[in-house]
């Protein structure tokens, strides 16, 4: 059973960081090309971060500079370091797999609010 759980979400305030994870059970995690997404209410979910099986990463333009996407394949494990965060970054944040099927997590929120 393929499972995808992120965690690491939560209130913070503008400026500030959080670190998100997204542990994976079921894949072979390395040969996944893993990504973050986000959804605001009222939006469409979108494109945050990828990061392939070999490493390369890419970003949204709404982000770059301030979020970075890695991963752990000994761990099985990606995450999205967030920080400078602003109100526009609150959002669902989900987990995504990516490579013979595509898989996603049951998200975890962020708000960021003073």
């Known amino acids: 059973q393929v499972q995808l759980v992120e965690s690491g979400g939560g209130l913070v305030q503008p400026g500030g960081s959080l670190r998100l994870s997204c542990a994976t059970s079921?894949?072979?995690?390395?040969?996944?090309?893993m990504g973050w997404y986000r959804q605001a209410p009222g939006k469409q979910r979108e494109l945050v971060a990828t990061i392939t099986r070999g490493g390369s990463t890419d970003y949204a333009d709404s982000v770059k500079g301030r979020f970075t996407i890695s991963r752990d394949n000994t761990k099985n494990t990606v995450y999205l370091q967030m920080n400078s965060l602003k109100p526009e970054d609150t959002a669902v944040y989900y987990c995504n797999a990516d490579f013979s099927r595509n898989y996603w997590g049951q998200g975890t929120q962020v708000t960021v609010s003073s």
């Open positions: 079921g894949i072979t995690f390395m040969l996944y090309r």
